[in-house]
């Protein structure tokens, strides 16, 4: 059974950097879409990017292109989000969600409706 373990969240200046890991355990790492998601209180969860394992395609949305990298270690099983140039309205918890019958696409990667499996969230606080 595929179980994710997000980590790395914590509290941050505005324009400083962290870096996000989702470990997945139980699972055959190369066919997997991997994706960051995050959800502010009072908004609804927002897909931010996704990478897909086998072959490294990632995706952005418009509000994180630019600061954030996503990044996979595939002996590590392991996806990162390297976050910099934080912002106040980045603050949320961040969860990180797996897909494992299809790739990243540019169509869907920001769907919550398209990951079975869902890491427990990791908090990012960024202060102004």
């Known amino acids: 059974d595929v179980q994710l373990q997000a980590s790395g969240g914590g509290l941050v200046q505005a324009g400083g950097s962290l870096r996000l890991s989702c470990a997945a355990s139980?699972?055959?790492?190369?066919?997997?879409?991997i994706a960051w998601f995050r959800q502010a209180p009072g908004s609804e969860r927002e897909g931010i990017s996704c990478i897909s394992t086998r072959d490294g395609t990632t995706y952005y949305s418009e509000s994180v292109k630019g600061r954030f990298t996503i990044s996979s270690d595939a002996a590590k099983k392991t996806v990162y989000l390297h976050m910099d140039s934080l912002k106040p309205e980045d603050t949320a918890v961040y969860y990180c969600?797996?897909?494992?019958?299809?790739?990243?696409?540019?169509?869907?990667?920001?769907?919550?409706?398209?990951?079975?499996?869902w890491g427990q969230g990791t908090q990012v606080t960024v202060s102004s």
């Open positions: 969600a797996s897909d494992y019958a299809r790739p990243c696409s540019s169509s869907y990667y920001y769907r919550a409706d398209r990951y079975e499996k």
């Open positions: 139980g699972v055959t790492f190369d066919h997997y879409a």
